[in-house]
């Protein structure tokens, strides 16, 4: 009897990532988050960043300052393959 191999030998994975998270609050939901962010969590590692979003819920540009794009064609025109 031979080896007996499970599982796959080969995966192709493709897909494009897109965050999303902040497009889809209400600006007082926005502001929320930022607030939850910097009372539980310490401040070094998420405190500072969620502190410099507060009052950024309507943005042109990503933290990284990459344009923002609405969903749809040119959302996706101009996706980053990962």
Known sequence: ???SRGGIER????????????KSLSVD????TCDYYLRHF???????KWRDRKGRAIHTQSDFMRPLYQWGDALFANAIKI
């Open 11 to 22: 995966v192709r994975t493709e897909f494009y990532c897109q965050h999303n998270y902040g």
């Open 1 to 3: 009897m031979g080896e």
């Open 29 to 32: 939901h926005w502001e929320e």
């Open 42 to 48: 310490p401040f070094d590692t998420y405190g500072r």
